[in-house]
């Protein structure tokens, strides 16, 4: 059951970090969103959060591997 859940803590940042990219590539091909009213902000947006679900992803990550042990320790 664990497993699950943390597979679930990984997809949903994945699909974040994938709607993201998708954000930025349709700015780069001029197809704004009625939601943002310029293709800067838009990119901005995506940006952000393909950054966001990255950075949640490699920190899950990082964390997992230091609690097994196989990571060494800061000093």
Do not use: C, W
């Not at 943390?6 to 780069?28: H, N």
């Not at 969103?33 to 990119?43: A, E, K, R, S, T």
């Not at 230091?66 to 990571?71: D, E, S, T, V, Y």
Request: hydrophobic share 55%.
């Amino acid at each position: 059951m664990t497993r699950i859940i943390a597979a679930l803590f990984l997809i949903v940042p994945g699909i974040i970090a994938a709607y993201g990219i998708k954000l930025m590539r349709d700015s780069l091909f001029n197809e704004l969103f009625p939601i943002f009213f310029h293709l800067g902000i838009q990119f901005f947006i995506g940006f952000l959060l393909f950054s966001a679900g990255i950075a949640f992803i490699g920190g899950f990550i990082v964390y997992r591997d230091r609690k097994k042990q196989l990571i060494k320790k800061k000093k």
